[in-house]
Nanobody, 121 residues
Framework: QVQLVESGGGLVEAGGSLSVSCVAS????????MGWFRQAPGKKREFVARISARGRSTYYTDSVKGRFTISRDNAKNTVDLQMSSLKPEDTAVYYC??????????????WGQGTQVTVSS
């Protein structure tokens, strides 16, 4: 089992920056690919970014490339998502997840409870 807890969400104006973090406990954090997903009201949960187990590889959905950066610290069992040039369409609940090298939510076995990010226009 892996327990994940997100933090750092909030309200920001369009064009601003915000970071969300996730801390893991339980099984070995460094065994897992870590991903960030988001879900806006009335929409399906969508992939945002992922990072390989040792942090050597990252992958982003097209809509956030160049604006978001995912990073991890295996010594601290944390994974972060730094977001800049935020747009109102980035508004969603952001979830971290532990799983495999995939953009599909079904390939992630462990999920946090989510943190709200709201971007005002």
């Amino acid at each position: 089992q892996v327990q994940l807890v997100e933090s750092g969400g909030g309200l920001v104006e369009a064009g601003g920056s915000l970071s969300v973090s996730c801390v893991a406990s339980g099984r070995t954090f460094s065994d897992y690919v870590m991903g960030w997903f988001r879900q806006a009201p009335g929409k399906k949960r969508e992939f945002v970014a992922r990072i390989s187990a040792r942090g050597r590889s990252t992958y982003y959905t097209d809509s956030v490339k160049g604006r978001f950066t995912i990073s991890r610290d295996n010594a601290k069992n944390t994974v972060d998502l730094q977001m800049s040039s935020l747009k109102p369409e980035d508004t969603a609940v952001y979830y971290c997840a532990a799983g495999g090298w995939s953009s599909s939510p079904t390939d992630y076995a462990y999920w946090g409870q989510g943190t709200q990010v709201t971007v005002s226009s």
